[in-house]
DNA sequence: TCTGGGGTCCTAGGACCC
DNA sequence: TCTGGGGTCCTAGGACCC
Protein backbone atom coordinates (compact mmCIF):
# COMPACT_ATOMS: atom_id res chain seq x y z
CA UNK A 1 0.00 0.00 0.00
CA UNK A 2 1.13 3.51 -0.44
CA UNK A 3 2.43 5.68 2.24
CA UNK A 4 -0.47 7.82 4.19
CA UNK A 5 0.02 10.93 3.18
CA UNK A 6 -1.06 13.87 5.51
CA UNK A 7 -4.82 15.47 4.72
CA UNK A 8 -4.63 18.08 1.94
CA UNK A 9 -7.53 20.47 1.22
CA UNK A 10 -7.88 20.42 -2.93
CA UNK A 11 -10.12 22.80 -4.86
CA UNK A 12 -11.71 22.72 -8.36
CA UNK A 13 -12.52 25.98 -9.91
CA UNK A 14 -14.65 25.99 -12.62
CA UNK A 15 -16.17 29.17 -14.74
CA UNK A 16 -19.25 29.35 -15.22
CA UNK A 17 -20.43 28.86 -19.09
CA UNK A 18 -17.25 30.23 -19.86
CA UNK A 19 -17.71 31.28 -23.43
CA UNK A 20 -21.24 32.07 -22.52
CA UNK A 21 -20.39 34.00 -20.23
CA UNK A 22 -17.53 36.07 -21.61
CA UNK A 23 -19.93 36.85 -24.86
CA UNK A 24 -22.21 38.32 -22.48
CA UNK A 25 -20.07 40.36 -20.68
CA UNK A 26 -19.44 42.18 -23.81
CA UNK A 27 -23.02 42.31 -24.92
CA UNK A 28 -25.21 42.89 -21.75
CA UNK A 29 -27.93 43.30 -23.69
CA UNK A 30 -28.33 40.00 -24.34
CA UNK A 31 -28.50 39.30 -20.33
CA UNK A 32 -31.42 36.65 -19.60
CA UNK A 33 -31.88 35.13 -23.37
CA UNK A 34 -30.86 31.86 -24.76
CA UNK A 35 -27.14 32.06 -25.87
CA UNK A 36 -25.38 29.53 -27.92
CA UNK A 37 -21.56 29.84 -28.57
CA UNK A 38 -19.69 27.54 -31.37
CA UNK A 39 -18.80 27.09 -35.37
CA UNK A 40 -17.45 29.74 -37.31
CA UNK A 41 -20.84 31.61 -37.85
CA UNK A 42 -24.50 30.74 -39.97
CA UNK A 43 -24.91 27.49 -37.48
CA UNK A 44 -27.50 26.58 -39.76
CA UNK A 45 -25.31 25.18 -42.19
CA UNK A 46 -22.24 24.91 -40.29
CA UNK A 47 -20.48 21.52 -39.57
CA UNK A 48 -19.75 23.26 -36.22
CA UNK A 49 -20.67 22.05 -32.65
CA UNK A 50 -21.52 23.94 -29.75
CA UNK A 51 -18.80 24.75 -27.31
CA UNK A 52 -20.78 26.71 -24.47
CA UNK A 53 -24.24 27.99 -23.77
CA UNK A 54 -26.19 29.95 -21.68
CA UNK A 55 -28.23 28.23 -18.75
CA UNK A 56 -31.28 29.58 -20.66
CA UNK A 57 -30.49 27.88 -23.67
CA UNK A 58 -29.76 24.52 -21.51
CA UNK A 59 -33.82 24.79 -20.95
CA UNK A 60 -34.42 24.12 -24.38
CA UNK A 61 -32.04 21.28 -24.12
CA UNK A 62 -29.03 22.46 -25.69
CA UNK A 63 -25.88 20.97 -24.58
CA UNK A 64 -22.15 21.61 -25.38
CA UNK A 65 -20.80 19.17 -27.89
CA UNK A 66 -24.28 19.20 -29.97
CA UNK A 67 -23.65 19.73 -33.36
CA UNK A 68 -25.11 23.35 -34.27
CA UNK A 69 -27.88 22.42 -36.74
CA UNK A 70 -29.42 20.46 -33.85
CA UNK A 71 -29.27 23.34 -31.24
CA UNK A 72 -31.04 25.37 -34.42
CA UNK A 73 -33.71 23.02 -34.59
CA UNK A 74 -34.26 23.15 -30.75
CA UNK A 75 -33.77 26.44 -29.96
CA UNK A 76 -34.56 28.83 -32.87
CA UNK A 77 -34.69 32.03 -31.36
CA UNK A 78 -31.21 31.81 -29.65
CA UNK A 79 -28.57 34.13 -30.16
CA UNK A 80 -25.49 32.02 -31.93
CA UNK A 81 -22.25 33.50 -31.96
CA UNK A 82 -19.18 32.45 -33.42
CA UNK A 83 -16.33 31.18 -31.02
CA UNK A 84 -13.53 34.06 -30.31
CA UNK A 85 -10.60 31.93 -28.60
CA UNK A 86 -8.40 34.96 -28.56
CA UNK A 87 -11.03 36.89 -26.24
CA UNK A 88 -11.47 33.67 -24.32
CA UNK A 89 -7.81 33.18 -23.86
CA UNK A 90 -7.27 36.76 -22.58
CA UNK A 91 -9.98 36.44 -19.99
CA UNK A 92 -9.26 33.05 -18.99
CA UNK A 93 -5.25 34.50 -18.63
CA UNK A 94 -6.97 37.44 -16.39
CA UNK A 95 -9.01 34.43 -13.87
CA UNK A 96 -5.45 32.24 -13.59
CA UNK A 97 -3.43 35.62 -12.42
CA UNK A 98 -5.82 36.52 -10.30
CA UNK A 99 -6.44 32.84 -8.65
CA UNK A 100 -2.40 32.40 -8.63
CA UNK A 101 -1.90 35.70 -6.66
CA UNK A 102 -3.71 34.01 -3.96
CA UNK A 103 -3.02 30.28 -4.50
CA UNK A 104 0.20 29.85 -6.24
CA UNK A 105 -0.09 26.04 -6.58
CA UNK A 106 -2.02 25.81 -8.96
CA UNK A 107 -3.00 23.66 -12.20
CA UNK A 108 -3.91 24.52 -15.46
CA UNK A 109 -6.61 22.53 -17.01
CA UNK A 110 -7.49 24.00 -19.66
CA UNK A 111 -9.00 27.58 -20.56
CA UNK A 112 -11.91 27.55 -17.63
CA UNK A 113 -10.79 25.35 -14.36
CA UNK A 114 -7.90 24.91 -12.63
CA UNK A 115 -7.30 22.69 -9.50
CA UNK A 116 -5.42 24.54 -6.88
CA UNK A 117 -3.20 22.95 -3.76
CA UNK A 118 -4.41 25.15 -0.92
CA UNK A 119 -3.30 22.93 2.32
CA UNK A 120 -0.39 25.46 2.51
CA UNK A 121 -2.56 28.53 2.18
CA UNK A 122 -2.73 31.22 5.22
CA UNK A 123 -5.85 30.51 6.80
CA UNK A 124 -6.97 27.37 5.29
CA UNK A 125 -7.06 25.79 9.01
CA UNK A 126 -10.23 28.04 10.20
CA UNK A 127 -13.23 26.86 7.94
CA UNK A 128 -11.94 23.67 5.75
CA UNK A 129 -11.13 26.61 3.38
CA UNK A 130 -14.49 28.21 2.94
CA UNK A 131 -13.40 31.69 3.73
CA UNK A 132 -9.96 31.13 1.01
CA UNK A 133 -12.39 30.02 -1.63
CA UNK A 134 -14.71 32.99 -0.92
CA UNK A 135 -11.66 35.44 -1.27
CA UNK A 136 -10.54 33.67 -4.83
CA UNK A 137 -14.02 33.38 -6.36
CA UNK A 138 -14.43 37.22 -5.48
CA UNK A 139 -10.81 37.71 -6.75
CA UNK A 140 -11.32 36.09 -10.13
CA UNK A 141 -14.92 37.67 -10.20
CA UNK A 142 -13.11 41.41 -9.82
CA UNK A 143 -10.85 40.84 -12.55
CA UNK A 144 -13.11 39.03 -15.06
CA UNK A 145 -16.70 40.00 -14.05
CA UNK A 146 -17.58 36.35 -14.38
CA UNK A 147 -18.65 33.73 -11.60
CA UNK A 148 -17.01 30.70 -11.15
CA UNK A 149 -17.89 27.25 -9.31
CA UNK A 150 -15.58 25.91 -6.53
CA UNK A 151 -15.49 22.53 -4.96
CA UNK A 152 -12.85 21.86 -1.92
CA UNK A 153 -12.38 18.20 -0.71
CA UNK A 154 -9.38 16.12 0.06
CA UNK A 155 -8.12 14.92 -3.41
CA UNK A 156 -8.51 16.43 -7.02
CA UNK A 157 -11.49 13.84 -7.86
CA UNK A 158 -13.74 15.02 -5.44
CA UNK A 159 -13.02 18.28 -5.69
CA UNK A 160 -14.10 18.19 -9.54
CA UNK A 161 -17.19 15.92 -8.44
CA UNK A 162 -18.08 19.03 -5.59
CA UNK A 163 -17.06 21.97 -7.99
CA UNK A 164 -20.05 20.69 -10.00
CA UNK A 165 -22.86 20.32 -7.18
CA UNK A 166 -23.77 23.99 -6.44
CA UNK A 167 -23.27 25.62 -10.45
CA UNK A 168 -23.35 28.73 -11.11
CA UNK A 169 -21.88 30.54 -8.63
CA UNK A 170 -21.23 27.78 -6.27
CA UNK A 171 -19.23 26.42 -3.64
CA UNK A 172 -19.39 23.15 -1.87
CA UNK A 173 -16.99 21.83 0.69
CA UNK A 174 -17.09 18.17 0.70
CA UNK A 175 -17.32 16.73 4.62
CA UNK A 176 -17.51 13.54 6.26
CA UNK A 177 -20.80 11.41 4.93
CA UNK A 178 -20.77 13.66 1.51
CA UNK A 179 -19.40 11.05 -0.58
CA UNK A 180 -22.39 8.61 0.15
CA UNK A 181 -24.78 11.24 0.47
CA UNK A 182 -24.02 13.39 -2.38
CA UNK A 183 -21.68 11.48 -4.88
CA UNK A 184 -22.88 8.18 -4.49
CA UNK A 185 -26.46 9.04 -5.84
CA UNK A 186 -24.76 10.52 -9.00
CA UNK A 187 -24.83 8.56 -12.32
CA UNK A 188 -20.79 6.68 -13.14
CA UNK A 189 -20.81 9.04 -16.16
CA UNK A 190 -20.26 12.71 -13.72
CA UNK A 191 -16.77 11.27 -12.74
CA UNK A 192 -13.75 12.15 -14.43
CA UNK A 193 -12.19 9.84 -16.48
CA UNK A 194 -15.51 7.65 -17.32
CA UNK A 195 -16.77 8.41 -20.46
CA UNK A 196 -19.56 7.25 -22.33
CA UNK A 197 -18.11 3.68 -23.78
CA UNK A 198 -17.36 2.69 -19.96
CA UNK A 199 -20.31 3.98 -18.86
CA UNK A 200 -21.96 1.92 -21.40
CA UNK A 201 -20.23 -1.04 -20.50
CA UNK A 202 -20.84 -0.56 -16.30
CA UNK A 203 -24.70 -0.12 -17.52
CA UNK A 204 -24.77 -3.87 -18.91
CA UNK A 205 -23.45 -4.96 -15.65
CA UNK A 206 -26.39 -3.56 -13.77
CA UNK A 207 -23.79 -0.51 -12.48
CA UNK A 208 -25.77 3.02 -12.93
CA UNK A 209 -24.54 4.98 -10.55
CA UNK A 210 -21.12 5.62 -8.32
CA UNK A 211 -22.62 4.10 -5.15
CA UNK A 212 -23.71 0.76 -7.43
CA UNK A 213 -20.24 0.69 -8.50
CA UNK A 214 -18.61 0.92 -5.31
CA UNK A 215 -20.65 -1.76 -4.31
CA UNK A 216 -19.09 -4.09 -7.19
CA UNK A 217 -16.23 -6.23 -6.37
CA UNK A 218 -12.56 -4.58 -7.08
CA UNK A 219 -12.00 -7.76 -8.63
CA UNK A 220 -15.05 -7.92 -10.62
CA UNK A 221 -13.86 -4.70 -11.93
CA UNK A 222 -10.17 -5.50 -12.85
CA UNK A 223 -12.12 -8.64 -14.38
CA UNK A 224 -14.03 -6.51 -16.61
CA UNK A 225 -12.14 -3.20 -17.32
CA UNK A 226 -8.30 -5.03 -16.47
CA UNK A 227 -5.92 -4.51 -13.63
CA UNK A 228 -4.95 -0.52 -14.63
CA UNK A 229 -8.83 1.03 -14.99
CA UNK A 230 -10.91 -1.86 -13.00
CA UNK A 231 -8.68 -0.83 -10.09
CA UNK A 232 -8.77 2.68 -10.64
CA UNK A 233 -12.77 2.90 -10.89
CA UNK A 234 -13.27 1.17 -7.52
CA UNK A 235 -10.87 3.62 -6.48
CA UNK A 236 -12.74 6.82 -7.73
CA UNK A 237 -16.10 5.36 -6.57
CA UNK A 238 -14.74 4.97 -2.71
CA UNK A 239 -13.48 8.60 -3.44
CA UNK A 240 -9.62 7.44 -3.13
CA UNK A 241 -7.09 9.97 -5.02
CA UNK A 242 -3.70 10.41 -4.65
CA UNK A 243 -2.62 12.65 -7.76
CA UNK A 244 -0.65 15.79 -6.84
CA UNK A 245 -1.81 18.91 -7.95
CA UNK A 246 1.12 19.54 -10.72
CA UNK A 247 2.04 22.74 -11.56
CA UNK A 248 4.19 22.55 -14.69
CA UNK A 249 4.41 19.49 -17.39
CA UNK A 250 6.19 19.31 -20.59
CA UNK A 251 3.80 19.33 -23.72
CA UNK A 252 3.84 16.48 -25.61
CA UNK A 253 2.58 16.77 -28.99
CA UNK A 254 1.26 19.92 -30.93
CA UNK A 255 -1.80 20.12 -33.50
CA UNK A 256 -3.50 21.80 -35.91
CA UNK A 257 -6.50 20.42 -37.80
CA UNK A 258 -9.34 21.03 -39.96
CA UNK A 259 -13.19 20.08 -41.29
CA UNK A 260 -14.21 21.12 -44.44
CA UNK A 261 -17.09 22.90 -45.46
CA UNK A 262 -17.96 20.00 -48.29
CA UNK A 263 -15.90 17.01 -48.03
CA UNK A 264 -12.97 16.97 -51.11
CA UNK A 265 -12.37 14.45 -53.50
CA UNK A 266 -9.02 12.81 -53.11
CA UNK A 267 -7.95 13.12 -56.79
CA UNK A 268 -10.00 16.40 -58.17
CA UNK A 269 -9.53 18.40 -54.90
CA UNK A 270 -5.75 17.36 -55.02
CA UNK A 271 -4.26 20.97 -55.28
CA UNK A 272 -7.03 22.08 -52.52
CA UNK A 273 -5.48 18.75 -50.35
CA UNK A 274 -2.01 20.06 -50.89
CA UNK A 275 -3.08 23.72 -50.10
CA UNK A 276 -4.38 22.97 -46.65
CA UNK A 277 -1.39 20.48 -45.76
CA UNK A 278 0.65 23.42 -46.58
CA UNK A 279 -1.40 25.72 -44.13
CA UNK A 280 -1.53 22.87 -41.15
CA UNK A 281 2.30 22.61 -41.48
CA UNK A 282 2.85 26.33 -41.61
CA UNK A 283 0.97 26.69 -38.12
CA UNK A 284 2.36 23.87 -36.25
CA UNK A 285 5.98 25.26 -36.79
CA UNK A 286 4.91 28.36 -36.10
CA UNK A 287 3.24 27.14 -32.73
CA UNK A 288 6.76 24.74 -32.18
CA UNK A 289 8.94 27.93 -33.16
CA UNK A 290 7.07 30.73 -30.36
CA UNK A 291 7.21 27.64 -27.93
CA UNK A 292 10.89 26.93 -28.75
CA UNK A 293 10.12 23.42 -29.15
CA UNK A 294 10.96 21.12 -32.00
CA UNK A 295 9.73 17.46 -32.27
CA UNK A 296 10.48 14.02 -34.48
CA UNK A 297 7.11 12.45 -34.85
CA UNK A 298 5.50 14.31 -37.38
CA UNK A 299 1.95 12.58 -38.26
CA UNK A 300 -1.04 12.97 -40.40
CA UNK A 301 -4.87 12.97 -39.66
CA UNK A 302 -7.43 12.05 -42.34
CA UNK A 303 -11.11 11.71 -41.75
CA UNK A 304 -13.07 10.43 -44.33
CA UNK A 305 -16.81 11.23 -45.23
CA UNK A 306 -18.03 8.26 -43.17
CA UNK A 307 -16.48 9.77 -40.23
CA UNK A 308 -14.13 6.57 -40.33
CA UNK A 309 -10.67 8.34 -38.95
CA UNK A 310 -7.23 6.93 -40.20
CA UNK A 311 -3.69 8.20 -38.55
CA UNK A 312 -0.08 7.33 -40.08
CA UNK A 313 2.95 9.01 -38.40
CA UNK A 314 7.02 8.86 -39.16
CA UNK A 315 9.79 9.39 -36.73
CA UNK A 316 12.75 11.11 -38.46
CA UNK A 317 15.82 11.18 -37.26
CA UNK A 318 16.85 15.06 -35.55
CA UNK A 319 13.96 17.03 -33.99
CA UNK A 320 12.15 20.10 -36.18
CA UNK A 321 9.97 22.98 -36.16
CA UNK A 322 10.75 23.45 -39.69
CA UNK A 323 7.25 23.84 -42.06
CA UNK A 324 8.81 22.38 -45.00
CA UNK A 325 10.75 19.03 -43.07
CA UNK A 326 7.24 18.79 -41.65
CA UNK A 327 5.43 19.34 -44.54
CA UNK A 328 7.39 16.93 -46.73
CA UNK A 329 7.02 14.09 -44.21
CA UNK A 330 3.38 14.65 -43.88
CA UNK A 331 3.36 13.67 -47.60
CA UNK A 332 5.11 10.75 -47.04
CA UNK A 333 2.58 9.86 -44.79
CA UNK A 334 0.34 10.29 -46.85
CA UNK A 335 1.18 7.95 -49.62
CA UNK A 336 0.43 5.05 -46.93
CA UNK A 337 -3.12 5.93 -47.00
CA UNK A 338 -5.40 4.22 -49.60
CA UNK A 339 -7.61 7.16 -50.82
CA UNK A 340 -10.90 5.69 -51.76
CA UNK A 341 -13.67 8.02 -50.10
CA UNK A 342 -13.99 11.43 -50.21
CA UNK A 343 -11.79 13.53 -47.29
CA UNK A 344 -14.04 15.58 -44.44
CA UNK A 345 -10.65 16.61 -41.92
CA UNK A 346 -6.99 16.80 -42.17
CA UNK A 347 -5.10 17.25 -39.80
CA UNK A 348 -1.59 17.54 -38.87
CA UNK A 349 0.42 17.18 -35.81
CA UNK A 350 3.89 17.00 -33.92
CA UNK A 351 4.74 14.78 -31.03
CA UNK A 352 7.53 13.48 -29.44
CA UNK A 353 8.65 17.03 -28.11
CA UNK A 354 11.61 18.72 -26.64
CA UNK A 355 12.79 22.17 -25.79
CA UNK A 356 14.42 23.20 -28.54
CA UNK A 357 18.13 23.74 -26.64
CA UNK A 358 17.73 20.29 -25.31
CA UNK A 359 17.93 19.19 -29.09
CA UNK A 360 20.65 21.41 -29.79
CA UNK A 361 22.80 20.21 -26.37
CA UNK A 362 22.15 16.72 -27.91
CA UNK A 363 23.35 17.13 -31.10
CA UNK A 364 26.31 18.71 -30.30
CA UNK A 365 28.64 15.67 -30.04
CA UNK A 366 27.97 15.06 -34.01
CA UNK A 367 29.75 18.65 -34.52
CA UNK A 368 32.73 16.84 -33.61
CA UNK A 369 32.49 13.08 -34.42
C1' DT B 1 -29.60 17.47 -37.32
C1' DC B 2 -24.71 14.09 -38.26
C1' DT B 3 -20.76 14.37 -35.23
C1' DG B 4 -15.00 20.88 -33.80
C1' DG B 5 -10.37 21.42 -32.44
C1' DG B 6 -7.03 21.21 -28.98
C1' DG B 7 -4.89 17.96 -26.03
C1' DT B 8 -3.31 13.47 -22.68
C1' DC B 9 -2.77 8.73 -21.67
C1' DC B 10 -3.16 3.73 -22.54
C1' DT B 11 -2.84 -0.58 -25.19
C1' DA B 12 -1.07 -3.86 -28.28
C1' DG B 13 1.81 -5.75 -31.75
C1' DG B 14 6.14 -5.86 -34.24
C1' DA B 15 11.10 -4.75 -34.74
C1' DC B 16 15.32 -5.04 -32.72
C1' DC B 17 18.84 -5.73 -29.21
C1' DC B 18 20.87 -8.14 -25.33
C1' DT C 1 15.96 -28.35 -34.02
C1' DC C 2 13.59 -25.84 -30.91
C1' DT C 3 13.12 -22.36 -27.74
C1' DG C 4 13.89 -18.05 -23.72
C1' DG C 5 12.63 -13.47 -21.71
C1' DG C 6 13.30 -8.35 -20.88
C1' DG C 7 13.60 -3.66 -22.50
C1' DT C 8 12.94 0.02 -25.72
C1' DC C 9 11.28 2.22 -29.75
C1' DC C 10 7.82 2.80 -33.19
C1' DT C 11 3.11 2.80 -35.07
C1' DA C 12 -2.08 2.82 -35.03
C1' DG C 13 -6.08 3.26 -32.74
C1' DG C 14 -9.14 4.46 -29.06
C1' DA C 15 -10.99 6.45 -24.65
C1' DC C 16 -11.35 10.49 -22.43
C1' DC C 17 -11.17 15.59 -21.21
C1' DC C 18 -11.91 20.76 -21.99
Given at each position: MDEPTPPRTIAHLDMDAFYASVELARRPELKGRPVIVGGRGDPARSRGVVTTCSYEARAFGVRSGMPLRTAVARCPDAVFLPTDFDEYKRVSRLMKRAVRGLAPVMEDRGIDEVYLDLTEVPGIEVDAGAAVAREI???????????????LAPNKLLAKLASELDKPDGLTVMQAGDLERRIWPLPVLKVNGIGPRAAQKLQALGVNTVGELARTARAELIAQFGQHYGAWLH?????????????????????????????????????????????????VAADLARRAYVGRTIGLKLRFDDFSTVTRDCTIDRATADAATILDTV?????????????????VRVSTLCPRHEAQLAREPDLFG
Open positions: KHAVFEATGLTCSIGDAAHGRDAREVVTFSEPRSRSSETTFARDLHPRRDRAEIDRVLRELSARHECLTRIDLRRRIRLLG
